[in-house]
Structure formats: C-alpha cells, structure tokens
C-alpha cells in the first residue's frame, strides 16, 4: 500500500518558486520535465519509502538528490 507523502506549507512555497524561477528564467520544456522528474520521485516514494536515504529517522526525514541543484527533504 502506497504511503502518503507530505509537504510542508515551507516546501510547498519553496517549490512554488522553483516553479516560478524555471518558468521565468528557463520556460515550459524545462519546467515540464522538473515536474515530471518531481512527480516520479513522489510516486517511487510512496511507493518505496525504503530506498531513500533517512537524515532524521527519529523525524522520519529522508533525502533525495532531484537534480544538480535541488535537494528534496
């Protein structure tokens, strides 16, 4: 069973200015593919919750390298 994957009003608003930032500054090809790459991670998360790295277990915080410059907690 899928497990839910829950953002924080913070990652929610820092995600909103990625989006913005690659909108602006990049376009729709390179905002489309972020969020295509973002979206498969979210899903192999739910899915395999295991294979990502824990940076706090006690806070049930894990880590994933999206892209060069962008780190999912």
């Known amino acids: 069973m899928a497990k839910e994957v829950i953002l924080t009003p ?10 913005d930032y690659l909108n602006e500054v990049w376009g729709g090809w390179v905002t489309d593919n972020f969020l295509g790459k ?6 192999a998360l ?18 994933y390298t999206l892209t060069k410059y962008n780190t999912v907690y």
Do not use: C, G, W
């Not at 913070?10 to 989006?19: H, L, R, Y």
């Not at 973002?38 to 899903?43: A, K």
């Open 10 to 19: 913070t990652a929610e608003e820092d995600f909103e200015k990625v989006i």
């Open 46 to 63: 739910s899915e395999r919750p295991e294979m990502y790295q824990f940076v706090d277990p006690a806070k049930n915080i894990q880590k």
């Open 38 to 43: 973002f979206e498969e991670m979210l899903n």
